[in-house]
């Protein structure tokens, strides 16, 4: 890679030597335009301090380097009330069309119940009986056997045992809870729909909770959920155990049970680089950091945590590293900010074009070009080394906000002017009509990015960033023709040859092409007029089209923005 070497080495003409001494200057320029008071005034005529002047502490007031300052951005404290309860979309997930069949293991029989009780060998029975108001069961020659309260595994055994009582010899015996009770339960509190609400006793409350609605994400709890039967409190729920590790409590509804959604507790606010941004309830005053991370789940890089929230001593905020704030306690109204805020210490770009070994390369932060083309192996006859150019995502983004900002300079210009006559009326909206077009397509070009390095003596040996492309191109030996020609296409390069003769092979310039504005775009990205320069293998023809209209002013600003898309995408867009 010596010839790159070389190339770059002659621009590294800004040496740290020629800063010290633009700095020694400054400084000796700014101590001679300083003079002490007492060269002014004799000591009699000085200024005294005075006793508030001499009492003042000039030590410092707080300690700057600490962790708890620094820079947090320009985003402004959240507004809890209005952010969305984190659960508030678990009531989206159709709990209301899963009706439980009541008949898991912890389910106890209770009276209206239905038991299949099927007997065979020295006596025969298969009959469906209800179970009566007294809990019991009646089976012909046995009599009532008590079945509530018992479990649906229990069931068999006790009429197995009921039987062989009478029976102890050659019988078999089969049951089997057939059908349950459906039951009414009241859903009210904090929730969308308060009302009663049908279903089997061994439903989840979310089944409940779904049929009214779900709970009031303004207004209502998540955290505190009660379950009351005969006016005394037989249950808890907080939904957050079921959002976070699928717990929930499992009840045995009665017909007439309620179900209560209090009123929403205190909250804070988690923003920042986290995946789950949103409002979170207390179920006391105060929660640690630990438990708020654990909420949060935090993405990946998080560093730091700007703890913002109001004291009895007045407005607090706090900047920590993220294992500093595992220990500290969360009140309600805080807000918790999330940030990765620590730079990486190395970045990584990728190769294109001619070259040997790999694509990407991890680098010091502070690498350069230089440097990093100094370590590359390249084939010598087969590489453009003076061609070297990056395409950097910085740089497209910078282009991109310039060509938008140009075209909604030329909109504010030209839609909204006004017209004398008709005859100027007319040509307005047929210039409007072109206007429009031309935004339109302009607005989907996506720049490049490209940024030029290499120029005739060398290459400059700029600081690179990560994400960056860099393009060895290949020698070649071919001369590209685009845009408004007849015939747009590749043709050999011939020594001697001038722009006007790969246009003519070609075909010519379209009835659009314009002959006073033909661009040659380099290899290295550079974009020149075609008056300024001299042909070589590699470049390409850019003829660029002729603005429809006689408007000298909207013609030169076409223009210009055509110049600008022609350099940002190597494009001769049409208008």
């Known amino acids: 890679m010596r010839m790159i070497r070389n190339l770059h080495r002659t621009l590294r003409t800004t040496s740290l030597a020629a800063i010290y001494t633009c700095g020694v200057l400054a400084s000796t320029a700014m101590a001679q335009s300083i003079t002490t008071s007492d060269e002014i005034l004799p000591q009699s005529e000085q200024a005294q301090p005075t006793s508030a002047e001499q009492q003042v502490d000039a030590t410092p007031r707080a300690d700057w380097t600490s962790d708890n300052y620094g820079p947090v951005g320009e985003k402004p404290k959240a507004d809890i009330e209005s952010m969305m309860p984190f659960g508030s979309n678990l009531f989206e997930g159709g709990f209301r069309s899963t009706m439980s069949e009541g008949m898991n293991s912890t389910y106890r029989i209770k009276p209206g119940d239905q038991v299949t009780v099927q007997i065979w060998g020295a006596v025969e029975l298969d009959r469906v009986m209800p179970v009566d108001a007294q809990g019991n069961i009646f089976i012909p020659s046995i009599g009532p056997l008590a079945v509530q309260g018992i479990t649906p595994g229990e069931l068999d055994a006790r009429v197995r045992q009921a039987i062989q009582n009478v029976y102890p010899d050659n019988v078999e015996v089969y049951t089997n809870l057939q059908g349950v009770q459906p039951v009414g339960i009241f859903v009210t509190g904090y929730v969308e729909s308060p009302g009663r609400y049908s279903g089997t006793p061994s439903d989840s409350a979310l089944y409940f909770l779904d049929q009214a609605g779900g ?101 607090v905020a706090t900047y920590m590293p993220l294992s500093e704030f595992s220990s500290v306690n969360v009140q309600s109204g805080d807000e918790v900010l999330y940030s990765a805020d620590q730079r990486a210490e190395s970045i990584v770009v990728t190769l294109e074009g001619s070259y040997f070994g790999p694509s990407r390369y991890a680098l010091p932060r502070d690498a350069r070009l230089g440097e990093f083309l100094d370590a590359i192996s390249v084939p010598a006859d087969m590489t453009a080394v003076e061609s070297v150019s990056i395409k950097r995502e910085s740089v497209a983004a910078q282009q991109a906000e310039a060509l938008k900002e140009s075209l909604r300079r030329l909109e504010t210009t030209y839609l909204g002017a006004s017209s004398q006559t008709n005859e100027e009326a007319e040509i307005r909206v047929r210039e409007a009509e072109l206007i429009q077009r031309f935004v339109e397509r302009a607005r989907n070009l996506e720049p490049s990015g490209r940024l030029v390095v290499a120029h005739q003596d060398g290459i400059s040996d700029i600081r690179l960033q990560d994400g960056d492309v860099i393009t060895l191109p290949e020698i070649t030996d071919s001369i590209l023709i685009s845009g408004e020609v007849v015939v747009p296409q590749a043709t050999v390069y011939q020594q001697g040859q001038d722009v006007w003769d790969y246009i003519n092979s070609a075909g010519g310039l379209t009835q659009r092409g314009d002959d006073d504005n033909i661009l040659v775009v380099r290899q290295n990205g550079a974009v020149r007029n075609v008056e300024d320069i001299t042909l070589r293998p590699g470049d390409e023809i850019l003829v660029m089209p002729e603005v429809p209209t006689k408007n000298l002013q909207l013609a030169t600003s076409i223009t210009q923005i055509l110049y600008q898309i022609a350099v940002a995408t190597k494009v001769a867009l049409d208008i």
């Open 215 to 315: 709970v009031d994400n303004d207004l209502g709890s998540y955290r505190n959920i009660r379950v009351i039967r005969g006016g005394s409190e037989v249950g808890r729920i907080d939904l957050y155990d079921f959002l976070l590790t699928g717990q929930l409590p499992q009840f045995q509804f009665r017909d007439g049970d309620t179900i209560v959604v209090e009123e929403r507790g205190p909250a804070i606010a988690v923003t920042g680089d986290v995946n789950r941004e949103y409002r979170y309830e207390l179920l006391g005053n105060q929660l640690s950091g630990a438990e708020v991370t654990q909420l949060a789940r935090l993405k990946s890089g998080v560093s730091h945590v700007l703890l913002r929230g109001d004291r009895p001593t007045g407005p």
